[in-house]
């Protein structure tokens, strides 16, 4: 079965503190995606990154950097620098090949104090 | 921008009553969603359409029905509101082959 495991309830780090975000996650499948969306206070949430299972490079955006190790099932997000306006529930999400239908995990809630 | 509208913020509903919560959205999406949010549980599907007039069932679909008329809106409808369907109702939409999900703000709704 399928499932996204974020073990950390809530992180609290002070600004411009790195901090990490953990995501496990398990499926059968070969091909999959694996997404990270952030959720501030208004409620919506907001795409970050979508990766593909076949694709094991890291990426940087700005602050935002994402780890994908399929030899470990994981994808965990660190923040660089963290800010007051990172201050959110943070989603990690699977979701298998050819469908759109998302898994999600439990959510982190981060809160950057200044 | 891609805009998935919700039509209530808030809702307050009475136990047996039937409740209807609209989703709309404005970029021709194939494929909408339902989502329910809880404390500690994360996001959870209650029901999926790729195309009009077609659904699936999604992880938590007991309680509730769907329809959708039109390719741009998707409503949710709880039959007879209990109060363990008090929670956070989330809309998204996609284009299909597998991008991103654009979301709505939410419903909260409080079944008393």
């Known amino acids: 079965a399928q499932k996204v495991t974020q073990a950390q309830t809530e992180i609290s780090v002070v600004e411009k503190e790195d901090v990490t975000l953990d995501c496990v996650y398990e499926t059968r499948d070969t091909t999959y995606y694996l997404f990270w969306y952030k959720q501030p206070p208004s409620g919506e949430l907001v795409f970050l990154i979508r990766r593909n299972s076949f694709d094991e490079q890291n990426e940087i955006s700005g602050r935002y950097s994402w780890n994908f190790q399929k030899s470990t099932s994981s994808f965990n997000f660190t923040i660089t620098a963290s800010q007051v306006v990172d201050s959110a529930v943070y989603f990690c999400?699977?979701?298998?090949?050819?469908?759109?239908?998302?898994?999600f995990g439990t959510g982190t809630r981060l809160q950057v104090f200044p | 921008d891609v805009k998935v509208t919700q039509s209530s913020r808030y809702l307050v509903k009475r136990t047996g009553e039937k409740v209807f919560l609209e989703c709309v959205q404005d970029m021709d999406h194939e494929n909408m969603f339902w989502y329910r949010q809880d404390p500690g549980l994360g996001l959870r599907l209650i029901y999926f359409s790729y195309d009009v007039k077609m659904k699936e069932k999604g992880d938590i679909p007991e309680g509730y029905s769907v329809s959708r008329e039109k390719k741009e809106r998707f409503s949710l409808i709880l039959e007879s509101a209990s109060t363990n369907q008090t929670s956070m109702y989330l809309c998204a939409s996609s284009p299909g082959g597998v991008t991103e999900a654009f979301f709505g703000q939410g419903t909260r709704l409080t079944v008393v």
């Open positions: 999400a699977l979701s298998e090949y050819n469908t759109d239908k998302l898994i």
